[in-house]
Nanobody
Framework: QVQLVESGGGLVQAGGSLRLSCAAS????????MGWFRQAPGKEREWVAS????????RDADSVKGRFTSSRDSAANTVYLQMNILKSEDTAVYFC????????????????????WGQGTQVTVSS
């Protein structure tokens, strides 16, 4: 079992930056690819980014490519999402998730690929 806790959300002006953290419990954390999703009011939860078990490979949604960067610190059992050049449309609750038993070379990007979820952290970008 893996428990995930996000932090780092808040209110920021457009063009600003935030770094989200996702702290994981459990000794098997480093075996799982991790992902970030977001959900804006009235919208479906959408995939934002994924990172491999080693942290050596990442994959980003087109809407955040070039602005958001995923990383992970295995020793700290933590995954990060650095968000730069934030836009009002980035406003959402952000969730981290872990994909248990993912054995494919391509990084998971569907909601159903992930087994464990955090509670989310609110990011609000003012224009």
């Amino acid at each position: 079992q893996v428990q995930l806790v996000e932090s780092g959300g808040g209110l920021v002006q457009a063009g600003g930056s935030l770094r989200l953290s996702c702290a994981a419990s459990g000794r098997t954390f480093n075996r799982y690819p991790m992902g970030w999703f977001r959900q804006a009011p009235g919208k479906e939860r959408e995939w934002v980014a994924s990172i491999s078990t080693s942290g050596g490979a990442t994959r980003d949604a087109d809407s955040v490519k070039g602005r958001f960067t995923s990383s992970r610190d295995s020793a700290a059992n933590t995954v990060y999402l650095q968000m730069n050049i934030l836009k009002s449309e980035d406003t959402a609750v952000y969730f981290c998730a872990a994909a248990r038993g993912w054995y494919y070379s391509a990084l998971p990007s569907r909601r159903e690929d992930y087994d464990y979820w955090g509670q989310g952290t609110q990011v609000t970008v003012s224009s």
